[in-house]
């Protein structure tokens, strides 16, 4: 096992919240006696000196302790208790209870069920299905390519959703190449300071202790070489010990270029999958689900006529369904492929009118509200203001078809996650709130009457 040196900077911050809620004759005989050795996925290991202390902690102070590991925030969330000299658990918690909720940068929708499978995606389909089922198994590391908008994001999200829902002692990790790469700038090469240090340990560590890593756009990293460097580790580590890792990116690895060779060369030595744009029966599949999950009925011809030259991207397919679903409710007529032409030429601006662009949505709902863009977009948290900005993340997120990144830039700069969570928030409200609701269908007029 490790040197327990390793995992003091993890397990002091620890001990400090145990000291606040136990007796200090418990702190000194016990909490100080255990020894850090090991980080197993989301557990920290401890060792005990003999197995009735091991049992005093399970029986007594294990749910303080529990609680001191979530207050003290160092990327694990439960424990292990070894006692010293024997290689078997002497405490393994049980299995978290079925109430599971996503770390806020999944998005629940995005399931393998969700997931329409065509000729263009089946083997990806199957292998990002695999790793699910069973992580670090066959497919490790698993690398998935394609152009924009094709599905990428859904499937690796899908995998952490399932993981996570069917083995919830796995510590999995979703990130974005770009969220990676920002903290790994911020914690390890610009942060100063007494603790400067700690913090980067820890983040190594967060990443370091994942049973299943993925992320997400890794062509992000590009000529970022300190980073490659610190990601080239990670990926060594995790991959050494049997854990499993999921990367996607726009192109395959050996186009990589910006990429350290060996990096480009760890990828192409894993399992490499593309995802294609989809043909005309699977755009018709998608449309079909699509529609289902917004739980309207589209008559085939308008889904041909939505499939039809629509590009390669679901992402835009997707919107131009959004676009007619919306026309629909807005003028309360039936969808029909006339509706369609109309809705889709409204948006484009070819008639001269205005296109639906985040600016537009924004001025609708500040002239709605009586608020100033300055304070619409700015970090004000007055209730005035944060129910406006709520909708308005709601408003971008149904009316445009563009990331929640992009859509987080046009919003003050805030990240996808605030935009997530407001979009799910303000769609709650709308279930149990009326007056929101009138709200949202007053500022959609606006906007769509320009
Ligand atoms: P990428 O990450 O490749 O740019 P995304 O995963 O973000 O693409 O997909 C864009 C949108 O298209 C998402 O809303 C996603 O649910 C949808 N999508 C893409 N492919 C499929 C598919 N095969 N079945 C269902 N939805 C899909
Ligand atoms: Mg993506």
Do not use: W
Not at 293 to 304: A, W
């Amino acid at each position: 096992m490790a040197d327990s040196t390793n995992f003091d900077f993890i397990y002091n911050p620890i001990k400090e919240k145990m000291r606040e809620t136990v007796s200090h004759i418990s702190y000194i005989t016990y909490i100080e006696k255990l020894k850090p050795v090991d980080v197993d996925g989301r557990f920290i290991v401890l060792q005990t000196p003999n197995e009735n202390f091991a049992q005093y902690i399970t029986g007594t102070l294990a749910d303080k302790m529990r609680e001191a590991i979530i207050k003290a925030d160092v990327g694990v969330s439960d424990f292990r208790l070894v006692v010293e000299g024997s290689n078997e658990y002497a405490y393994n918690p049980p299995a978290a209870e079925d109430n599971y909720t996503p770390p806020s940068n999944l998005d629940k929708k995005y399931t393998f069920d969700s997931f329409v499978v065509g000729k263009n995606n089946e083997f990806v389909y199957a292998a990002a299905l695999n790793v699910a089922e069973d992580p670090a198994g066959t497919y490790n590391p698993l690398f998935i390519y394609g152009g924009t908008g094709l599905g990428k994001t859904h499937l690796m999200q899908a995998i952490a959703n399932k993981v996570l829902a069917e083995k919830p002692n796995l510590k999995v990790i979703y990130v974005t190449c770009e969220q990676f790469v920002n903290e790994i700038i911020d914690t390890m090469f610009t942060s100063r300071g007494p603790d400067a240090r700690d913090r980067g340990n820890k983040l190594r560590q967060h990443y370091r202790s994942a049973d299943v890593l993925i992320i997400d756009d890794i062509q992000f990293i590009a000529n970022k070489k300190a980073v490659q460097e610190e990601f080239f580790h990670t990926f060594n580590e995790l991959v050494s010990k049997g854990k499993q890792i999921v990367i996607s990116s726009d192109q395959p690895p050996k186009e990589l270029t910006a990429l350290e060779e060996r990096l480009r060369t760890r990828f192409s030595g894993g399992l490499v999958f593309d995802i294609l744009p989809p043909n005309f029966e699977t755009k018709i599949a998608i449309l079909k689900r699509k529609a289902f999950e917004k739980k309207c009925i589209v008559p085939d011809e308008v889904l041909t006529f939505l499939a039809q030259d629509s590009g390669d991207d679901v992402r835009t397919l997707e919107g131009r369904l959004t676009k007619v679903i919306f026309a629909s409710k807005l003028h309360e007529v039936p969808i029909t492929v006339t509706l369609a032409a109309s809705a889709l030429n409204e948006a484009v601006s070819e008639d001269g009118k205005e296109e639906i662009t985040p600016d537009s949505i924004i001025n609708a709902v500040c002239s709605y509200y009586n608020v100033t863009k300055g304070d619409l977009v700015g970090k004000c948290k007055k209730k005035e203001l944060v129910q406006p900005r709520q909708i308005c993340c709601y408003l971008m997120c149904e009316l445009l078809s563009l990331p929640l990144m992009s859509i987080g830039k046009a919003l003050g700069n805030r990240n996808h996650t605030t935009i997530l969570y407001s979009r799910n928030k303000v769609e709650e409200m709308c279930q149990v709130n009326d007056r929101i609701a009138k709200d949202i269908d007053d500022i959609k007029n606006i906007v769509l009457k320009k």
